[in-house]
């Protein structure tokens, strides 16, 4: 088969016309005293799509983790119960604090934290849940809350690839003490970098915007009372933000899009798993990935290398945190067999129904190869 001249990439956003004239307009007129008129405008309209009550930009999603984290009052002898696959920042966010990440296994179909794992982990120390909503599929919310209504544990939500998902006629980031999101590259709706705090606390509202702001007071002018940080988003990048979150619906049907494409032409071959989208649930289908489960004689770093000699762009799935050297390791079965043989697939805005067609044909002959 001849080979892409082009890089099939994994990711890449939709930028249109919206976008650019938004970012023109604040590079152009977005200071003095509108120096923070389009943050204004994307808190707001983040806080009325997800359905929370207030939202805080952030320069990243790991950002916006550490503020709810230190608002919630976790500290040092506490125990935040984890999902054991999703990127490396839910559990790190736990250790700036001195708390200790414990991980849960995930679910086989979802690959969100399995509620069975996290009623199996809860001790005495333990103070709160960071479920993520991994790959864009929502976690079991109302069976979590059920278990931390049961135990006086804290929720916080990382919703961070989760953007137009929903759960029970809910979206993701409306049903824990807190939530955040990101926009890096990325992800579904972009600003370069960046993130989002929310909550339906206002008191933790409160306590996030201060300590976001160098703990500065609002009464007196350079005047800062505790120590804080600086977790901004500029105006400029919530220009492209806003844009972004009123085309939600339009690029989430890409993403979708994308993904059935791939279904339709590999969920007939025996031995490939692809994402699911279970009962009550609307995926974003961020990243479409394949799960090699059975033996193709062939591992997962060879079949992504295979893939890379066609100009095919992949990675693997999420490794088990736990098995990083900077944590205590613990074995989750799932999550250590999903890791080991999952694979992230091309989904970037700009890729054709061609370009999906000649991955999956890619990913036949591999599959075929003696």
């Known amino acids: 088969m001849e080979k ?8 890449g956003p939709s930028i249109t016309k919206k976008e650019i004239e938004y970012v023109n307009d604040a590079v152009s007129n977005g200071w003095n005293e509108n120096w923070n008129n389009y943050i204004l405008k994307f808190e707001k309209k983040m806080s009325e799509y997800i359905g929370v009550k207030h939202s805080m930009t952030t320069s990243s999603c790991s950002g916006a983790m550490h503020l709810a ?4 009052g976790l500290k040092k002898g506490d125990e935040v119960i984890v999902p054991e696959i999703t990127w490396v920042a839910t559990a790190s966010v736990v250790t ?11 679910d086989y179909d979802s690959w969100c934290i399995d509620p069975e794992s996290i009623k199996s982990l809860i001790t005495e120390k333990t103070k709160a849940i960071y479920p993520v909503h991994s790959y864009g599929h929502p976690s079991d919310m109302n069976t979590i809350m059920e278990i931390a209504e049961e135990n006086n544990l804290l929720v916080m939500e990382d919703a961070a690839p989760s953007l137009g998902s929903i759960y029970c006629n809910r979206r993701p980031g409306s049903f824990g003490n807190a939530s955040t999101f990101s926009f890096q590259g990325a992800k579904l709706a972009v600003t370069g970098e960046g993130g989002m705090f929310l909550t339906n606390d206002s008191e933790l509202y409160q306590k996030v915007s201060k300590l976001g702001d160098h703990g500065r007071s ?20 919530a220009a492209l933000g806003l844009a972004q979150l009123e085309r939600i619906e339009e690029l989430v049907d890409k993403k979708r899009q994308i993904f059935y494409w791939y279904k339709k032409a590999l969920e007939n071959i025996d031995g490939i798993k692809l994402n699911s989208e279970k009962d009550g649930c609307r995926t974003n ?9 059975k033996d193709f004689k062939i591992t997962r770093d060879q079949f992504i290398q295979k ?6 762009d992949s990675r693997p799935i999420f490794y088990p945190i736990s098995h990083m050297p900077m944590f205590e390791t613990q074995h989750n079965p799932n999550a250590e067999f999903l890791s080991k043989n999952g694979i992230n697939l091309p989904a970037g805005h700009n890729l054709t129904k061609e370009d999906i067609s000649y991955v999956c044909d890619v990913i036949k002959i591999i599959l075929n190869e003696k």
């Open 218 to 237: 609002e009464t007196k002018i350079l005047w800062n009372e505790e120590i804080g940080y600086k977790y901004r988003m500029s105006n400029i990048q």
């Open 285 to 293: 289908f961020i990243v479409p990935s394949i799960i090699l489960v």
């Open 307 to 312: 893939l890379k000699d066609y100009n095919i």
């Open 4 to 11: 892409s001249v082009k890089l099939i990439r994994t990711a």
């Open 96 to 106: 700036y604090v001195g708390a200790k990440p414990v991980f849960a296994d995930v």
């Open 69 to 72: 984290t230190l608002g919630l």
